[in-house]
């Protein structure tokens, strides 16, 4: 019978009582919510989910970079750009949410032309082809007369810049 003066210490011995019992007779027991431990099911919870975000934000953390390619990290929370170029190829570190913002590291045509072709057609984007073909430049004098003129350059980024 629990006492009154201590009712609470009195239900745990009653269910401590019970448990031995249950041991004795070979029945399984149930821990009591007031009987767990809580420092160890925090810090086993806090180390499942320490391990759980490391295991996402690792992979997320790494970028590649191609060979012939520079590249300069950007990052996501101030939207800035770095001032460390990347000229070496394989796998960085950027953190977690931010990229690598890549350029070609080899000579780059750029051709103003009245010719209407396509360099690369098994590609979508004008960045994948060593060559950008765009139509003539137009411009008028102050007389009033339309000029047409044909440019060509070759441009290559230079790491150092």
């Not at 101030?78 to 080899?106: A, C, R, Y």
Request: net charge positive; aromatic share 8%.
């Amino acid at each position: 019978k629990p006492s009154p003066a201590y009712p609470r210490r009195a239900c745990l011995d009653l269910a401590a009582r019970g448990r031995a019992s249950a041991r004795a007779a070979g029945r399984p027991t149930k821990m009591a919510l007031s009987e767990m431990r809580v420092l160890p099911c925090c810090g086993a919870s806090c180390f499942c989910f320490w391990l759980i975000f490391a295991c996402i934000a690792i992979p997320l953390s790494l970028k590649s970079m191609q060979e012939g390619q520079y590249a300069l990290g950007l990052s996501w929370v101030t939207q800035q750009i770095g001032d460390e170029v990347h000229t070496m190829p394989g796998m960085k570190m950027v953190g977690l949410g931010n990229m690598l913002v890549t350029f070609p590291s080899t000579f780059q045509t750029m051709m103003f032309v009245a010719e209407d072709r396509k360099t690369c057609p098994g590609k979508e984007k004008d960045l994948d082809c060593p060559e950008v073909v765009r139509p003539l430049v137009k411009a008028r004098s102050r007389d009033g007369l339309e000029m047409s003129a044909s440019v060509s350059f070759q441009w290559k980024l230079m790491p150092a810049s």
